[in-house]
């Protein structure tokens, strides 16, 4: 379950990410502090983009794969005030991001991915299955100069996923959605020209979709706010049901990208 958190404290707005996420310190439901968590802002990314954040969390740990700890952070009016009276610049966008706002603790021991770095024998599944999930959930923005990839030791930790479940853009949604002819972005993604022409094991990648279960999908949801629902999640679930029921089908499309 996504913890629900209070910012009390400003810290910065960020300034490498292209949404502006803001750095703030929180306290828990019992007033203790919890540390510090990037947000991604309502006013920046809207509730869709808050949507994708936390479903993408949520189906990462289905996968069993890592990534910084979520949270769900209010942002009280009297806070947004404050913050917008000692950053006048971006007053609008924290007063239009009142209310809940995902979340990332801030984690320690941790690197960006280095791009041109070659895949370790003890990160070669994780890279394949990160690939497989960012062709499940149509996730772009994981590129060669982006990776929205952290490591720490022998783990790979994913984050920024505002962009994933691009195909909600699409006036037609595709009837066979495990197929993946159309998508044109995986030529760019970080790990692309590292696992290309190499065998991969989509084996249990492939099983864990098929246990993406209508309930575990239903315990993701629940986790996150209804009002982050603005009509988007109905085509969200119809596409990972699809892609689930068809797994085999798709696990094919992902070893012929790699071919």
Not at 181 to 197: G, I, P, T, W
Request: charged residues 20%.
């Amino acid at each position: 379950m996504i913890p629900r958190l209070t910012a009390v404290q400003f810290e910065r707005f960020m300034t490498s990410g292209r949404t502006s996420p803001a750095l703030v310190s929180c306290e828990d439901q019992a007033g203790a502090m919890v540390g510090e968590y990037v947000l991604k802002l309502r006013g920046a990314i809207g509730t869709s983009g808050l949507l994708k954040e936390a479903l993408a969390v949520g189906l990462a740990r289905h996968f069993g794969l890592a990534s910084p700890e979520p949270a769900l952070v209010k942002i009280e009016p009297a806070f947004a005030e404050l913050v917008a009276n000692a950053q006048a610049f971006q007053a609008a966008l924290i007063k239009s991001s009142t209310g809940l706002n995902f979340g990332t603790k801030v984690l320690s021991g941790v690197t960006i991915w280095p791009v041109e770095k070659t895949i370790p024998e003890a990160m070669w599944q994780s890279a394949v299955n990160v690939f497989a999930f960012d062709a499940l959930v149509q996730n772009p923005d994981r590129r060669f100069g982006n990776p929205n990839i952290f490591t720490r030791g022998d783990d790979l930790l994913i984050f920024d996923h505002e962009m994933a479940f691009s195909f909600v853009l699409a006036l037609f949604p595709s009837a066979t959605p495990w197929r993946l002819d159309d998508q044109q972005y995986f030529a760019n993604h970080v790990f692309y020209r590292k696992l290309k022409s190499k065998p991969i094991d989509l084996t249990g990648f492939t099983a864990s979709l098929g246990g993406l279960s209508d309930a575990i999908l239903a315990g993701i949801v629940a986790d996150f706010p209804f009002e982050w629902n603005n009509g988007t999640l109905a085509k969200i679930e119809a596409h990972l049901r699809a892609v689930r029921d068809h797994r085999l089908e798709f696990a094919e499309e992902v070893r012929r990208i790699l071919v």
